[in-house]
Antibody, heavy 121, light 107 residues
């Protein structure tokens, strides 16, 4: 079964660092881009960025460039989303998703279950 | 960034109704348009990619159409499990922006 399994919920204080993970299984992890999507409480979906685990090529949304870091360890089929200094406004659900890419389309076909990040003093 | 605007933002309908949701891009995106369904507390699910291609396993009552800047998602006969929030997404250029969502509620 193709699946993405994310790390568990995190509760942090402002200024702390955090790295959440997304482990792929059931497919060739290095052959598909993995993306990250933010959903703030009660709000819509925001595309943050994507990484190609095969060579770590990464693309960021300008809204998130410099605010987070996306990385991957292909030896353990895992992608990461990292913050060096969290803010209260980072409180959200974060989803990873696999990008199904083709000549005429790119779409997130497999999604992780989500990781809830709460930042509060 | 490309802007994606969905209408309506919310919609009330009954089981068996035919429903159409519209998505408009701020510039031409050819057919690079996806539709997702998200139920409360769950991850989004891909329904339609490349404007009109039905993702494997998705019921045939869902269909998509359009190209350029104007797109539609149609549910031909609403079922109880279809009440959810629907998002369009463009994949023409980075960042692959989403629409603001359309919440489909039971009348």
């Amino acid at each position: 079964e193709v699946q993405l399994v994310q790390s568990g919920a995190a509760v942090k204080k402002p200024g702390e660092s955090l790295k959440i993970s997304c482990k792929g299984s059931g497919y060739s992890f290095t052959s598909y881009w993995i993306g990250w999507v933010r959903q703030m409480p009660g709000k819509g979906l925001e595309w943050m960025g994507i990484i190609y685990p095969g060579d770590s090529d990464t693309r960021y949304s300008p809204s998130f460039q410099g605010q987070v870091a996306i990385s991957a360890d292909k030896s353990i089929n895992t992608a990461y989303l990292q913050w060096s200094s969290l803010k209260a406004s980072d409180t959200a659900m974060y989803y990873c998703a696999r990008l199904l890419a083709g000549d005429s389309h790119d779409a997130f076909d497999i999604w992780g279950q989500g990781t809830m990040v709460t930042v509060s003093s | 960034d490309l802007q994606m605007t969905q209408s309506p933002s919310s919609l009330s309908a009954s089981v068996g109704d035919r429903v159409t949701i519209t998505c408009r891009a701020s510039q031409s995106i050819s057919g690079y348009l996806n539709w997702y369904q998200q139920k409360l507390g769950k991850a989004p699910k891909l329904l339609i990619y490349a404007a009109s291609s039905l993702q494997s396993g998705v019921p045939s009552r869902f269909s998509g159409s359009g190209s350029g800047t104007d797109f539609t998602l149609t549910i031909s006969s609403l079922q109880p499990e279809d009440f959810a929030t629907y998002y369009c997404q463009q994949s023409h250029s980075f960042p692959h922006t989403f629409g603001q969502g359309t919440k489909l509620e039971i009348k």
